[in-house]
């Protein structure tokens, strides 16, 4: 039987862009060819959102809401006496609106859904909000991106300043919103491992399906040039880790490596890079804006090494496997490579430490039979994790849960 569902999503879904939204895309691609009527809301952030079409025929219904922008203290604070939730959910872009949530009463009296899926957590504030609006046979799901308390645990404990208050009030409002879920989906078992530790009564509620690539347009080059020495990094800066990511290398590495390979070069590329990422920039150095699939294809493509010295968040990098699938060998810090379990020094390299991190980058620079080895090593990984597959696993997900729900709710 095929299935009603309604995504709200953090950011527009488009065919074009990096990160997260091209998971979601993907998500919705493949359900629509597997039979399913998908409605969407989503936020549009700028005239490339307004304008894109890539996911009509893909969708019943799309319904785009002009975002917010960033909002004042003032008003976030405003919003936190009169919503009680966390300034973190209330900032702006990507956080609260009032016409999202408009949007979803108003669907909710004209259509059934089989299921509502929040991608991100963000969104799972507007189930949280209207939990009693949604009728007891539709599935409510939150899509887990990533855990925001175990994120900001990571960043407070790298230095950042963040009060323990703060830290209780993000924790109480993320773990009511879960517990409010009738299904929690996480991107890696490790994932689902971190929300146990936090309650151990979401368990029965969390179901692992995982990040894919697109297997069709990720390939390896039709012809390479292995004469360079190009490292590249790849990431949506409006996501802090991928800044972070980037300052680890240049801070850590990057002396270490120009030392060995004095030709190499460290391409960081990807959406709106900020001014502390542009002003690292030097003629080996290059910091620049990427965001359409054929620019970051080409960038997998003209490069000898991926890195991914990432040190926050969690989730799964998606990133990670579009370079594999293209045939690029990686080094990845442990957290980096979270969720595909990859053979060390067989499928990637994984390091703990920067001098070790620097060591793997440094020998792959150097040795051409390496990188091609770890490079076929790593594409058959990448395959492994196609986008068709991980559909499947959401439809199965999806359908447990109407008919395990529906018959308790009869």
Avoid at 42 to 53: E, Q, V
Avoid at 190 to 217: C, M, N, S, W
Avoid at 247 to 253: E, H, T, V
Avoid at 299 to 320: C, H, M, N, Q
Wanted: glycine share 6%; hydrophobic share 40%; with cysteine.
């Amino acid at each position: 039987m095929n299935l009603n569902l309604l995504f709200i999503t953090k950011l527009l879904p488009r065919a074009d862009i990096i990160g997260g939204p091209i998971l979601v895309y993907h998500r919705i691609k493949n359900l629509s060819s597997m039979g399913h009527s998908i409605t969407l809301i989503a936020p549009a952030y700028n005239d490339k959102d307004r304008k894109d079409k890539s996911l009509n025929r893909f969708c019943e219904r799309i319904i785009k809401i002009p975002s917010v922008g960033e909002r004042p203290l003032n008003e976030v604070e405003e919003l936190h006496r009169k919503l009680n939730r966390p300034r973190l959910f209330l900032t702006g872009d990507g956080g609260y609106n009032e016409k999202i949530e408009d949007a979803l009463k108003s669907l909710l009296k004209e259509k059934h859904f089989d299921a509502i899926i929040a991608e991100y957590s963000m969104m799972g504030q507007y189930i949280e909000a209207n939990y009693d609006l949604i009728p007891r046979d539709t599935v409510a799901v939150i899509s887990v991106h990533e855990c925001y308390t175990k994120a900001f645990e990571l960043r407070a404990g790298k230095g950042e300043d963040i009060s323990k208050e703060a830290m209780r009030e993000l924790f109480n409002y993320e773990f009511k919103m879960y517990r409010r879920a009738d299904k929690i989906l996480t991107l890696t078992r490790g994932d689902a491992d971190i929300l146990r530790d936090y309650d151990p009564k979401l368990g029965e509620k969390i179901r692992v399906v995982p990040h894919g690539v697109d297997t069709e347009f990720f390939t390896p080059p039709p012809r390479k040039n292995w004469d360079t020495k190009s490292i590249l990094y790849l990431g949506n800066f409006q996501h802090y880790p991928n800044v972070d990511a980037v300052k680890n290398f240049i801070s850590y590495c990057w002396g270490k490596v120009l030392k060995e390979v004095p030709d190499a070069k460290f391409y960081a590329i990807g959406f709106n890079p900020p001014e502390e990422l542009l002003n690292l920039r030097s003629d080996n150095v290059i910091v620049k804006q990427g965001g359409s699939n054929e620019d970051v294809r080409k960038f997998y493509w003209e490069s000898d090494v991926f890195v991914a010295p990432i040190e926050l968040g969690t989730g799964f990098r998606g990133k990670i496997l579009e370079a594999q699938a293209c045939g690029l060998p990686v080094v990845a810090t442990p957290l980096a490579a979270f969720g595909m379990n990859p053979v060390n020094g067989k499928e990637m390299f994984i390091a703990d430490d920067y001098d070790t991190f620097s060591e793997y980058v440094v020998m792959l620079l150097k040795d051409v039979g390496l990188r091609k080895k770890i490079g076929m090593n790593a594409l058959a990984l990448a395959r492994r994790f196609d986008h068709r597959s991980a559909a499947k696993k959401l439809e199965q997900v999806l359908k447990e849960a109407r008919d395990t729900d529906g018959s308790q709710s009869a």
